[in-house]
């Protein structure tokens, strides 16, 4: 898989420290990283002082106690039941959805600051933080029917923004082809990407040569090999009540301490359930990386042709630090980077944007950029007839 795709794709016990960042596509040295990491706080802060939405952004020590409990259950079918929570109110209601191994909490810096303008619902996908699992392998395909059931019968009428972080953005690509008439606009937060080599590999070929983009795409191959073993190894663990504490912190994703200490107590607890390991290991085993010919084939023919996604209100987020450190990690680099502008160029107002001082969680490291994103589309979308 890619290597910018999933956090928690590989067991963080295993992840060297970055060596070197890239911001906005410029590399820059061992010590000049290092400084970067040392101030990385004093930047993001000054950064976002700039900002028309830093100064909407709700602290989230007062929001912290809505996101470690459940909200509305809605039922989606045969007793299944999801957690729905949403704030405020407006014309557009805005939908997060959120990235694999994650639920709603990802969302508590951004959230609040949304629904000061308009409705913004997050709820949790099936098996994680309050929604029952299901038993239905948790495909992208099915991820989108159960937004399409939560939304019909949680009374979100719509069209709805969709705002979704990695795997969620895939899925709410997915939606927005799926279900054109629900989808009034998308934010897609560094969001992971189907067939992405298939995509790519001409244009870095070009750029790299055929024999580096090989040897990176076969990277991605392995590493998507080995975390499908590894989260499968950490379900049964937690099947079998031996999650020991070093065991945990190599079947979660990283500790984001911007959600505060109530937030991450509680993800604490969901994580070591069983319930939890199973969907976690489902999610990334039926993911629009693993080897599904079917579902590539499918994906191919929904994403064909000239912007499928017509004038939809599209914005792109990619996260602008990266570890350059290994030989082919500037390809990696830029399979990703092109993914997500090729992506952007789905839609003929699709607009793509690199994210300074960001990695994956930009949703952590940058909220201030997510809500300047999710509120010019709902601008956009609202302007539309």
Known sequence: MTRNA??????????????????????LSRDAAGLIRGAFALAT???????????????????????VKPHRLVDVGG????????????????VFDSGLSDWSS???????????????CSY???????SDPSPVPRTPQAAVEDLHALLERGGIAGPVVLVGHSLGGFHAKLFAVSYPEKVAGLV???????????????????????AAVRAARAEDEQDIAAAIAHFADCAQTARAGALTAQKYRRCTDPVRFPLG????QERRVLQQTATYQDTQASEIAHCM??????????????????????????????????????????????????????????????????????????????????????????ATAEQQP
């Open 6 to 27: 999933f956090d928690a794709a590989l067991p963080a016990a295993d992840t060297a420290p970055a060596a070197a960042a890239t911001i906005r596509g410029t590399a």
């Open 45 to 67: 802060a000054w950064l976002a002082i700039g900002t028309g939405a830093a100064a909407d952004l709700v602290p989230v020590a007062e929001v912290e106690q809505d996101y």
């Open 79 to 94: 007793g299944r039941r999801m957690n729905l929570f949403c704030l405020g109110e407006g014309r557009t209601t805005v």
């Open 106 to 120: 990802t969302w508590a810096l951004i959230q609040p600051a949304v629904a000061a303008k308009t409705r913004a």
């Open 124 to 130: 949790d996908r099936a098996g994680m933080g309050y």
């Open 188 to 210: 897609l937060v560094d969001p992971a990407e189907e067939r992405l080599w298939d995509r790519v590999e001409s244009s870095l070929s070009r750029r790299f040569g055929a």
């Open 261 to 264: 200490t109530v937030i991450l």
């Open 289 to 378: 990386y693993a080897k599904n010919p079917a579902a590539d084939a499918r994906y191919r023919r929904l994403f064909a042709g000239r912007q499928p996604l017509g004038d939809l209100p599209l914005v792109v987020l990619t996260h602008g630090l990266y570890d350059l450190s290994e030989p082919n990690w500037e390809v990696h680099y830029r399979s990703w980077r092109k993914a997500h502008e090729l992506t952007a160029s789905l839609s003929r107002r699709g607009r793509h944007e690199m994210v300074a001082f960001a990695n994956h969680n930009i949703q952590i490291d940058r909220p201030d950029v997510i809500v300047d994103a999710v509120l010019a589309v709902l």
